[in-house]
């Protein structure tokens, strides 16, 4: 549990003269939920982006599973599952061949793809939807098709970008579940949230605003620190106050 | 002008062989924040396409402000501003330049609109961003601007299908705080939302699943539906707490609020759950349990389990 799953150290990006992360540095053991916290336009998306090898960094660096963000996003990419709050699913597939096509742009063979398929349905409740057409599954399903997708070639770091967004409390509670299981696997979580209920359960989070981060630490740390009741309450203060 | 300012009567609406509303009756009184809530695909898009007259229900009919929305639609749309979940800015378009192709849409004429303008940009606080593209607001400022644009029109009743979703806790406050400032002016909200502490801001409203009403009435009238008891478990470990309350009970039945866990004893009596928190008191995994009111959200979940 102590092994670094990712590293970041004063990792910067500028568009132009905007600063979108500035300096940030933090670390992140393997099969930990770390929660990535800040108002729309904090800084969350692009340090994201930068660590699962879609963006450049301005300055600084950090590895993900070992390999440097830098040099190595090829070997990243092989290594996590990123999966946006607009989950790209093909509408007009099933569930199945949505699963499938995932399989084939990872490189899993296809007897691979069957037998993680088999694995997910079971972790993930699919069932009777497997051979639905995925335009008519409700979102709950679909967000958990979109994990689906993202861990199907067991990737050892999960990116969870707004998971949940618009979920009502039952199909996000059960969402949650999926996720405390891979994390108890040893698969390591990074996850941003505007639910402030879900950021309890993340083992720390990372709050960040304009572009900095301004408080890290565990649920209860934040709590203690800022003598605040709430995460809710710790978010208003940093990000109103600040 | 003793109309309500929506009255829904026996609306049916099926697409193909699926149902999205059955006899869903319900009115809302004028000036007041009205909520719709329920999960996804309950059917609460579909309603609130057919009171803005963008789609007819197969049965039953629809008022706004005494109009009905099947033969009225002018009058309705000209009473109404609807903000869809999906909305529509021009991202190339500036905000000033998103504000004016609205109001010319909804045919507001020249002395009016920019009067209005100037009163929607103080209200939204957008006026230092008036030459700013839409496509560069942030999140919070875009949904800012979306509302404005229904605005345009001074409608007397707006419905909102989901704003705040995915906008952070901050950005909602602020937006919250205009609804709350347009129903003052006397503007009817009509607001949808998956946040349950959100709901709770509406002086009524109606839980929809399955494209039926399965409550309906103020805070306190939907939580007095809770069927079970809610206990707030306090200790040193949080996470420690949910995670073994969690096991003992079910996943759903179990969060952590604040500084505090919740659980809810539903299909599992009152004694029975007192008497776990109470072994693992003694554990000294829990130092204090009590038992507290129900919230929106509790209620929410014993209601979709029934």
Redesign the interface.
């Known amino acids: 549990m102590n092994e670094r799953s990712v590293v970041v150290k004063n990792l910067a990006k500028s568009f132009g003269d905007f600063v979108a992360v500035d300096r940030v540095s933090f670390e992140v053991r393997a099969g930990e939920i770390f929660g990535l916290l800040g108002a729309n336009g904090a800084g969350k998306t692009t340090t994201i982006r930068m660590l699962t090898g879609l963006l450049r960094p301005t300055s600084g660096g950090g590895t993900v599973g070992g390999w440097d963000i830098n040099a190595q996003f090829e070997m990243i990419k092989k290594s996590i599952g990123y999966m946006s709050q607009r989950f790209s699913l093909y509408n007009d597939l099933t569930v199945k061949e949505n699963l499938q096509f995932f399989g084939g742009v990872y490189g899993l063979g296809r007897a691979r793809v069957e037998e993680r398929t088999a694995e997910l349905d079971e972790a993930l409740g699919l069932g009777e939807w497997l051979d639905r057409r995925t335009a008519a599954l409700p979102l709950g399903f679909k967000q958990r098709l979109a994990l689906g997708a993202a861990i199907l070639h067991k990737p050892a770091i999960v990116f969870l970008d707004e998971p949940t967004s618009g979920v009502d409390p039952i199909a996000r509670r059960r969402f949650w579940e999926l996720i405390n299981a891979l994390a108890a696997d040893g698969v390591t979580i990074i996850v941003t949230t505007h639910y402030m209920d879900e950021a309890e359960y993340c083992n720390r989070l990372c709050v960040m605003h304009a572009a900095k981060i301004v408080s890290l630490g565990s649920p209860a740390e934040l709590k203690a620190r800022h003598g605040a009741h709430s995460i809710e309450d710790v978010f208003i203060q940093l990000v109103r106050g600040a | 002008m003793n109309d309500p300012a929506i009255r829904v009567e026996g609306i049916s609406k099926s697409h193909g062989a699926a149902v999205a509303l059955s006899s869903v009756s319900f009115a809302v009184e004028r000036g007041e924040m009205f909520g719709l809530i ?4 309950a059917g609460k898009t579909t309603l609130m396409r057919i009171l803005t007259s963008l789609i007819d229900a197969d049965e039953g009919e629809a008022w706004v402000l005494g109009f009905p929305v099947r033969s009225g639609a002018a009058r309705v749309r000209e009473a109404i501003g609807y903000m869809p979940q999906h909305f529509s800015l021009y991202s190339d378009l500036t905000v000033a330049e998103n504000i004016r192709f609205f109001a010319d849409l909804f045919g507001v004429a020249k002395e009016a609109r920019v009067a209005r303008t100037e009163e929607l940009l103080d209200f939204s606080r957008l006026g230092p961003f008036v030459k700013r593209r839409a496509g560069a607001l ?3 400022m875009k949904q800012k601007l979306a509302l404005s644009c229904a605005l345009v029109h001074t409608p007397r009743v707006l419905v909102l299908d ?1 704003p705040t ?9 602020d937006f919250w705080d205009m609804l709350e400032r347009l129903r003052a002016q006397g503007v009817t909200v009509v607001v949808s939302t ?3 502490n959100e709901a709770s801001l509406c002086r009524h409203m109606v839980f929809i699943h399955k494209g039926r009403i399965l409550a309906s009435g103020t805070v306190g009238e939907i939580t007095a539906l809770f069927r079970g008891t809610v206990f707030s478990v306090e200790g040193p ?3 420690a707490i ?1 995670t073994r309350l ?1 096991n003992a009970v079910e ?2 039945l179990v ?5 505090a866990v919740q659980v809810l004893a539903l299909g599992r009596s009152r004694e029975e759950v007192g008497a776990l928190l109470e072994t693992m008191r003694q554990g000294g995994v829990v130092s204090h349990s009590r038992e507290i009111p129900p919230g929106v ?1 509790d209620t ?2 014993s209601l ?1 389990r029934e």
């Not at chain 2, 979703?165 to 406050?173: A, E, F, L």
């Not at chain 2, 969060?255 to 500084?259: A, N, Q, S, V």
């Open positions: 329920g999960p996804d695909g942030s999140g919070g989901e979703t995915g906008v952070d806790p901050v950005s909602r406050r998956p946040y349950m470990n949080l996470q949910s969690k996943p759903e969060r952590i609020l604040g500084d959200e929410f979940v979709m």
